[in-house]
């Protein structure tokens, strides 16, 4: 069993920049992928990024490659979200999951965080 915890959302400009954590509970975090996950009201959830297990391979959404940044620290149980360049359409929850296999389908995943709120105004 894992727990996820996200902080780190907000109210920013557009050009701004915010980073998301993901903390989670459990010895055994540095098993898993790590994926981020957002969706907009009534919008379903879509992939953003995902990191591997190390840390090794990452892969992100065409609509924030060059913007986001997925990283993990395994010592401190937690993946982080780099979010730069911000545009109003990035306005969502912001949601971290793990699973054991590194894709962008919200099927791979078996534990889903909260959720933070990041609103991007223009």
């Known amino acids: 069993q894992v727990q996820l915890v996200e902080s780190g959302g907000g109210l920013v400009q557009a050009g701004g920049s915010l980073r998301l954590s993901c903390v989670a509970s459990?010895?055994?975090?540095?098993?898993?992928?790590m994926g981020w996950f957002r969706q907009a009201p009534g919008k379903e959830r879509e992939f953003v990024a995902v990191?591997?297990?190390?840390?090794?391979?990452?892969s992100y959404a065409d609509s924030v490659k060059g913007r986001f940044t997925v990283s993990r620290d395994n010592a401190k149980n937690t993946v982080y979200l780099q979010m730069n360049s911000l545009k109003p359409e990035d306005t969502a929850v912001y949601y971290c999951?793990?699973?054991?296999?590194?894709?962008?389908?919200?099927?791979?995943?078996?534990?889903w965080g909260q959720g933070t709120q990041v609103t991007v105004s223009s």
């Open positions: 459990g010895r055994t975090f540095s098993r898993y992928a």
């Open positions: 990191i591997n297990w190390n840390g090794g391979s990452t």
């Open positions: 999951a793990a699973g054991f296999f590194a894709r962008p389908s919200t099927t791979s995943y078996a534990y």
